[in-house]
């Protein structure tokens, strides 16, 4: 069973991001003139599931939020590619000495 958090469980600006990206995607969805079945069609999804997205709920999945910008042709803008540097994992070396340092395992 999935387990749901508590919206109060979630930062404030994270609420109010999902609700800025369905905002958007309801608004660009309707300037584009495509109805809320094509979108559905498109992101594999239900019309209630979409209702959702568009009205910023925490509990639809980042991925379907993403998937719709990604249609609508704002994926860009709503969500920039991070630079490499911020999600690049390099693998540590050991030093000469054969000893770690305090940041080389993390688990």
Known sequence: ????????????????RLQMWGATIRKQRVFLN????????????SRPTLRRIE???TAAAASLYLAALNVLGLLGHAAP???????EMHIA??????????DDEYF
């Not at 999935?2 to 404030?12: C, E, L, N, Q």
């Not at 495509?34 to 999804?45: K, N, P, Y």
């Not at 590619?81 to 999600?87: F, K, P």
């Not at 070396?93 to 305090?102: D, F, H, K, L």
């Open 1 to 16: 069973m999935k387990k749901s958090r508590a919206t109060g469980d979630i930062p404030s600006a994270v609420i109010e």
């Open 34 to 45: 495509m109805t809320a079945e094509d979108l559905c069609a498109r992101l594999d999804i």
């Open 55 to 57: 009205s910023g709920d």
């Open 81 to 87: 590619r991070l630079e490499a540097r911020l999600w």
């Open 93 to 102: 070396t050991p030093r000469a000495n054969g000893t770690r340092g305090a």
